[in-house]
């Protein structure tokens, strides 16, 4: 056979294997996971006379270790962005979310191919919120990320608004556990 048509059948071949082991994700869930939830509200709250306006997002980095179907590790949040809630007649109350202060919890959880579910005992998620399917490097949730705000007027007793995500959530793997950002560990 020709040089030509081997090394391009060689190239093919390589290109075949590198793309099955992406679609496989060869080594389970372990590794360094990152999607990002987008927040919008501008609400009027005529039962409380609140207006709510929220421009934020939050970035989720789940570092999880497969053990054979048994996931463990940790979930890191950071949110950036502001809150702003007006009462009429009152002064505006902003709350500026600030990523340098990220929130992190343990996980624990399984994986049995396509489904990652996980579970943060201690977070104020609600259940069932982490079931992933897999696909290669990226999973995929089919919720909505809903953030419940604790909202306490000065005239009239405190309630709870919640602000959806914008999309879908949806993360990647992009790395392994020993890479990632400072101040992550």
Same mark, same amino acid.
Do not use: K
């Given at each position: 056979?020709?040089?030509?048509?081997?090394?391009?059948?060689?190239?093919?071949?390589?290109?075949?294997?590198?793309?099955?082991?992406?679609?496989?994700?060869?080594?389970?869930?372990?590794?360094?996971?990152? #999607?990002?939830?987008?927040?919008?509200?501008?609400?009027?709250?005529?039962?409380?006379?609140?207006?709510?306006?929220?421009?934020?997002?939050?970035?989720?980095?789940?570092?999880?270790?497969?053990?054979?179907?048994?996931?463990?590790?940790?979930?890191?949040?950071?949110?950036?962005?502001?809150?702003?809630?007006?009462?009429?007649?009152?002064?505006?109350?902003?709350?500026?979310?600030?990523?340098?202060?990220?929130?992190?919890?343990?996980?624990? #959880?399984?994986?049995?191919?396509?489904?990652?579910?996980?579970?943060?005992?201690?977070?104020?998620?609600?259940?069932?919120?982490?079931?992933?399917?897999?696909? #290669?490097?990226?999973?995929?949730?089919?919720?909505?990320?809903?953030?419940?705000?604790?909202?306490?007027?000065?005239?009239?007793?405190?309630?709870?608004? !919640?602000?959806? !995500?914008?999309?879908?959530?949806?993360?990647?793997?992009?790395?392994?556990?020993?890479?990632?950002?400072?101040?992550?560990?």
């Amino acid at each position: 056979m020709p040089a030509r048509p081997l090394a391009l059948a060689a190239l093919l071949l390589c290109t075949a294997v590198l793309a099955a082991c992406d679609i496989a994700g060869d080594d389970g869930t372990t590794g360094r996971w990152v #999607g990002t939830a987008e927040f919008t509200a501008d609400t009027i709250l005529a039962a409380h006379n609140v207006r709510i306006i929220a421009d934020y997002e939050t970035e989720f980095t789940f570092r999880l270790t497969d053990d054979d179907g048994l996931v463990t590790g940790q979930l890191t949040a950071r949110t950036s962005g502001y809150r702003v809630v007006r009462e009429a007649g009152q002064p505006s109350d902003t709350l500026w979310f600030d990523a340098s202060a990220p929130v992190v919890h343990e996980v624990f #959880g399984t994986f049995l191919d396509p489904t990652l579910e996980v579970d943060v005992p201690d977070g104020p998620y609600e259940d069932d919120l982490w079931t992933f399917e897999v696909s #290669g490097r990226s999973a995929q949730t089919d919720r909505f990320l809903v953030h419940i705000h604790e909202i306490a007027p000065t005239n009239g007793s405190s309630f709870e608004h !919640s602000i959806t !995500s914008e999309e879908i959530f949806e993360m990647r793997r992009v790395g392994n556990l020993d890479e990632g950002t400072e101040g992550e560990e």
